[in-house]
């Protein structure tokens, strides 16, 4: 497909603007940090949008130029209006891509897609977190080689309440013993989900290389292929049908 892809990064933007730890690592926004490594990969362009602009800055406008759509979200699941959520449900039903990211499990918008809890078990201890690649033939594995680890992050483990996933291409496995389906592939209709674990808001996961690997793949794996609305028309035979009753 030619052309950039049209990346759309929502972020709640809450803990930048009010934790002075969080706001020293991501000053503009744990969004922009990877909008800019998106941009030094090449091929995309990123729009921002957080929570508290006008329709969470995800109006039908922007939704329509969106391909890829990425998601964070954490301590404010609650405060995205529910017509939004429909409307970026309806737009991935049609085929826009959507990334979701590290507590964007809890998300309003996850949770509708997977029609699960989407629950898992956590803790923060700024613990060692392996991430393994387990389908290296994956457009989403290139580039990675054979793991790739971050030295402080929160853990998420099993088990996660999300339905059997299309693909598992990443497991984590925790300094503290536990593991996670933590890179997976889903399609909803004709778009495509991947759910990525990394990225809480005390490390500097998103200034991580391959962090940004991972979410630039994944981002070229969902981009919208076709955009189909997704409704149950009736229809006419195309050819003669004999009466039946």
Not at 30 to 43: D, F, N, P, W, Y
Not at 77 to 95: C, F, I, K, N
Request: net charge negative.
């Amino acid at each position: 497909m030619a052309g950039n892809i049209r990346v759309t990064l929502w972020n709640e933007f809450k803990h930048e603007r009010s934790e002075e730890p969080v706001k020293k690592i991501y000053p503009d926004g744990m969004h922009a940090a990877i909008g800019r490594g998106l941009t030094a990969a090449g091929g995309f362009d990123c729009r921002l949008a957080s929570l508290d602009e006008p329709e969470h800055g995800l109006t039908e406008a922007v939704l329509a130029e969106t391909e890829v759509l990425t998601w964070w979200g954490h301590v404010a699941h609650g405060a995205v209006d529910d017509a939004v959520v429909q409307r970026v449900r309806a737009r991935v039903l049609e085929g826009m891509g959507l990334i979701v990211l590290h507590s964007g499990h809890h998300s309003k918008i996850f949770k509708a897609l997977m029609g699960t809890t989407c629950s898992l078990r956590w803790r923060d201890v700024g613990e060692k977190e392996r991430f393994w690649v387990v389908e290296p033939g994956h457009p989403i594995a290139e580039g990675l080689g054979e793991s790739f680890t971050l030295p402080h992050e929160e853990m998420y483990g099993e088990p996660f309440g999300i339905p059997t996933p299309d693909k598992v291409v990443l497991i984590s496995w925790f300094q503290g013993g536990d593991v996670l389906r933590s890179g997976c592939c889903f399609e909803r209709g004709h778009g495509r989900i991947f759910y990525f674990s990394a990225g809480h808001e005390l490390y500097p996961t998103y200034h991580d290389p391959a962090v940004l690997r991972v979410i630039a793949n994944a981002a070229c794996w969902a981009r919208q292929r076709v955009r189909l609305p997704d409704h149950c028309p009736q229809v006419k035979a195309m050819e003669p049908v004999p009466p039946g009753r």
